[in-house]
């Protein structure tokens, strides 16, 4: 049921990832082809994880440096 990823070791099934449900137009809800409405970290037996519906982070902002820090 969970697959691998390069970066995580284990996936907590929910439906927002699943590759039967759609995210609905409010974004509230999961429409679910085998269950119907769903919430989005609700899941079921029928859950299969689909790589393309994750959403990465976002990296962290660099700070600001000035000349000063690079003098010794």
């Known amino acids: 049921m969970k697959n691998k990823l390069l970066n995580e070791k ?3 099934p929910a439906c927002a990832h699943c590759l039967h449900g759609r995210l609905s137009p409010d974004k509230l809800s999961v429409l679910c082809v085998k269950k119907g ?3 989005p970290t609700s899941s079921c037996r029928k859950f299969i994880y689909d790589p393309l519906k994750r ?3 976002r990296m962290p902002r660099l700070p600001k ?3 000063e820090d ?3």
């Open 70 to 72: 690079f003098e010794i």
């Open 37 to 39: 409405i769903m919430q």
């Open 65 to 67: 440096f000035t000349a």
């Open 10 to 12: 284990e996936i907590s």
């Open 55 to 57: 959403q990465p982070q």
